[in-house]
Each structure stands twice: as structure tokens, then as C-alpha cells.
């Protein structure tokens, strides 16, 4: 059972933005910057996206960008390509009481 | 440039013990977590656990407390992550993961995976 919610699934055309969001509590979310995502495509590992909510590690598009308002962070895909067609995960820090990593259950982006 | 390579895939009776291992190459081995991160069968991520591979010290999801070790050999810059009392369910592919260093939980290197499969 996944703590952090997403939604299951996200489509868009070509070129379109589009929005992931990614629920969670005052004890993660709400509470630390350290929010993550991170990008999988079919048989392959996971790639991180942006760490702490918006920060994008060399190499990753600018068309990718994060944010957070409260308990809810999002991710936002701008200019949607379909290499982008993907299954995507947020990740967020929490103490329970040692550090802890919490996932979302996924969303899978379809570009139309 | 960091790697991370991880031990062949695995077939085990339930019941079983599995080990996997994952060598880290290209950086400070010491200076960097290692988690552990598995995904069933058309399922999500679920996070196992961490370690310090400068310490030693570990963290678990509280659903594998008790069945799953974290360890390390830092003379071979490896981590080794063992479950044992394998169940159908453990069915998974087992990735290993590097924290980066100043930011808890973000993971910028990721192992190609370990195929674990139970079965009878």
C-alpha cells in the first residue's frame, strides 16, 4: 500500500503540459523540501527526474519541472513528447524516527 | 563515471534465502547510502531499506524488519541485501540505489536490477 497518492494514470497530445500530483501528509510532504521523482520506462530502472521538489540533475530536460503547496507536490511536463510516455513515481523523506523513504503508487503518462 | 552492477538473477523455493549484491564503481563508496528499492510484476516501486556504507548502520521499511539484512564489504565497495523466509510474493525485480549525498532519498544511481523469483 502505497502512502503517497497519485493518480493512475495522465495522457496528453503532443506538445500539450501536463500535471502529475502526488498527495501526502504533515509528516512528509508538508513538513520536508525533500520531495523526488522519478521517470520509468518499460524493463528499464528508474531515473531521477528532480530532487528536492525542483531541483533537475545534469543531463534532464527543462521541460520538466517541479513544485509543492502544502501536502501536495506535482510535476509538471511541459512541451509533451513521446519519449515522455513513462511511468512516473514521487518520493518523499520522512522520520520515522531514522530517515525513510515513502513512494507514490505510480502514474502512467500516454502520449495521444 | 558512478556503476552500479548488480549479482544475476535468481530462482529460489519459497521457504528460501536469497542474497544480492550490488559493487559500486566511480566514486567514494563510503561517502554515499545505498538503498535498496524492489518492484513486483507489473507493480509499483516499494522502498527495503538503506544502509551507510561508511557505518554500516541500516533502516528498513518496517514490513521487511526482521527478514531482510543489509550489509556491506567496503574492501570490494559491494552491498549485499538478503532476504530470507522467501514467499511468492518477493517476486520482484531488486534494484540497488545511491543517495545522493546532501539530499535524503533523492537516488541519482541506480543498479540495472535483480530479478528474484520464487517459485516451487
Known amino acids: 500500500q502505497s502512502v503517497l497518492t497519485q493518480p493512475a494514470s495522465v495522457s496528453g497530445s503532443p506538445g500539450q503540459s501536463i500535471t502529475i500530483s502526488c498527495t501526502g501528509t504533515d509528516s512528509d510532504i508538508a513538513h520536508y523540501r525533500f520531495v523526488s521523482w522519478y521517470q520509468q520506462h518499460p524493463d528499464t530502472a528508474p531515473k531521477l527526474l528532480l530532487y528536492e521538489v525542483s531541483h533537475r540533475p545534469s543531463g534532464v530536460s527543462d521541460r520538466f519541472s517541479g513544485s509543492k503547496s502544502g501536502n501536495t507536490a506535482s510535476l509538471t511536463i511541459s512541451g509533451l513528447q513521446a519519449e515522455d510516455e513513462a511511468d512516473y513515481y514521487c518520493a518523499s523523506y520522512t522520520k520515522t524516527p531514522l530517515s525513510t523513504l515513502i513512494l507514490g503508487g505510480g502514474t502512467k503518462v500516454t502520449v495521444l | 563515471q558512478v556503476h552500479l552492477v548488480q549479482s544475476g538473477a535468481e530462482m529460489k523455493p519459497p521457504g528460501a534465502s536469497v542474497k544480492v549484491s550490488c559493487k559500486a564503481s566511480?566514486?567514494?563508496?563510503?561517502?554515499?547510502?545505498i538503498h535498496w528499492v524492489r518492484q513486483a510484476p507489473g507493480q509499483g516501486l516499494e522502498w527495503m531499506g538503506w544502509i551507510n556504507p561508511k557505518t554500516g548502520g541500516t533502516n528498513s521499511a518496517q514490513k521487511f524488519q526482521g527478514r531482510v539484512t543489509v550489509t556491506k564489504d567496503t574492501s570490494i565497495n559491494t552491498v549485499y541485501m538478503e532476504i530470507k523466509r522467501l514467499a511468492s510474493d518477493d517476486t520482484a525485480i531488486y534494484y540497488c540505489?545511491?543517495?545522493?549525498?546532501?539530499?535524503?532519498?533523492?537516488?541519482?544511481?541506480w543498479g540495472q536490477g535483480t530479478l528474484v523469483t520464487v517459485s516451487s
Open positions: 566511480g566514486y567514494t563508496f563510503t561517502g554515499y547510502f
Open positions: 540505489a545511491r543517495e545522493l549525498p546532501t539530499t535524503p532519498n533523492s537516488l541519482d544511481s
